[in-house]
């Protein structure tokens, strides 16, 4: 219920009066310690960003980018962290380090320059990209135990590099 809240909240005060603002140049950083934190990332147009950071147990980062240079990082330090990122069109870029245990990370990009990077260490990882069009490429890392991954790549340049090391 509180990530509930605290997504729905984030949310919230993107899309009210301070929304205009950040569609301007668009730049995040958010940081968070400790159990239980959501962020919801929402960005539309011009030049984006966005880096999150979050140590602890029970993270998770949403985050939502819609045209122009893009840029998105994650990094997330402890157990039971979940990112998900969405980029949709232009410059892309997507980088999502994680580390602990009971690891999740989403990647999807639609299109352009694209480029995306997953890292995970630990033990019960699972990390998915997909890209669809423009000159693409995606390399995912994974150590620990009982990995899993699924690299979905459509048009133009493709190449996907996955390694992955410990058992499963």
């Known amino acids: 219920m509180k990530r509930i ?3 729905a909240f984030a949310m919230a005060l993107l899309a009210g ?22 962020v919801a990332v929402a960005q539309n147009g011009d030049r984006n960003g966005s ?7 029970g993270h998770y980062s949403q985050s939502v980018q819609t045209g122009y240079d893009n840029f998105l990082r994650v990094d997330q330090y402890g157990t039971r962290n979940s990112a998900t990122t969405d980029q949709i069109g232009e410059r892309n870029l997507a980088v999502t380090a994680q580390e602990g245990l009971n690891l999740k990370a989403q ?7 694209n480029v995306a990077g997953t ?9 998915v990209t997909d890209q669809a069009g423009s000159n693409n490429a995606s390399a995912i890392i994974q150590t620990g135990n009982n990995q899993d ?16 090391s410990g058992y499963n």
């Open 17 to 38: 009066a301070g929304a205009a603002e950040a569609q301007g140049r668009n730049r995040v950083q958010i940081e968070q310690r400790g159990t239980g934190h959501g």
């Open 107 to 113: 990647t999807f990009q639609r299109g352009y320059n």
């Open 149 to 164: 991954v699924a690299v979905r790549q459509t048009g133009t340049g493709n190449i996907s590099v996955v390694v992955q």
């Open 5 to 7: 809240l605290t997504a």
């Open 51 to 57: 880096v999150t950071v979050q140590g602890g147990r």
């Open 119 to 127: 890292a995970q260490l630990g033990v019960n990882n699972r990390a």
